[in-house]
Nanobody, 118 residues
Framework: QVQLVESGGGLAQPGGSLRLSCVGS????????MGWYRQAPGNQRALVAR??????????WYADSVKGRFTISRDNAKNAVYLQMTSLEPEDTAVYYC?????????WGQGTQVTVSS
C-alpha cells in the first residue's frame, strides 16, 4: 500500500522558518516527480513546488509566491522529499500536502498544518 506521511508543520512567526518532510512507503519513489501543495481555508489546493526524478534531471519548479523563499529537495535513499520554508509570511498559512503521481493516479499525504502568525 502506497503511503505518504508529512511532518514538520507547526506555528512560526513571520520571517521564521520551517522544514516539512514527506516520507513514502510501499513503493520506490525515486523515479517519480514529487510535489508539495497547499490549501488555505476557502482556497483551492495549489502546487507550491515540484521536483523531478534524478532520471528526469532533478529539475525544480516553484510557484511565484514562494520563489526565493522555499526550497524543495529529495533524498531517494530515504524515499523522502523536503520543503525548506524561510522568510515565512502570514499568507503561507495553509495545510501542506505531499503528492506524487503514477499509474494514472494521484497520491496524497494526510497534510500538515503550517500557521504563520505573531
Amino acid at each position: 500500500q502506497v503511503q505518504l506521511v508529512e511532518s514538520g508543520g507547526g506555528l512560526a512567526q513571520p520571517g521564521g522558518s520551517l522544514r516539512l518532510s514527506c516520507v513514502g512507503s510501499g513503493r520506490d519513489f525515486s523515479r517519480n516527480t514529487m510535489g508539495w501543495y497547499r490549501q488555505a481555508p476557502g482556497n483551492q489546493r495549489a502546487l507550491v513546488a515540484r521536483i523531478d526524478s534524478i532520471e528526469g534531471g532533478g529539475t525544480t519548479w516553484y510557484a511565484d509566491s514562494v520563489k526565493g523563499r522555499f526550497t524543495i529537495s529529495r533524498d531517494n535513499a530515504k524515499n523522502a522529499v523536503y520543503l525548506q520554508m524561510t522568510s515565512l509570511e502570514p499568507e503561507d498559512t495553509a495545510v501542506y500536502y505531499c503528492n506524487t503521481y503514477f499509474s494514472n493516479s494521484n497520491y496524497w499525504g494526510q497534510g500538515t498544518q503550517v500557521t504563520v502568525s505573531s
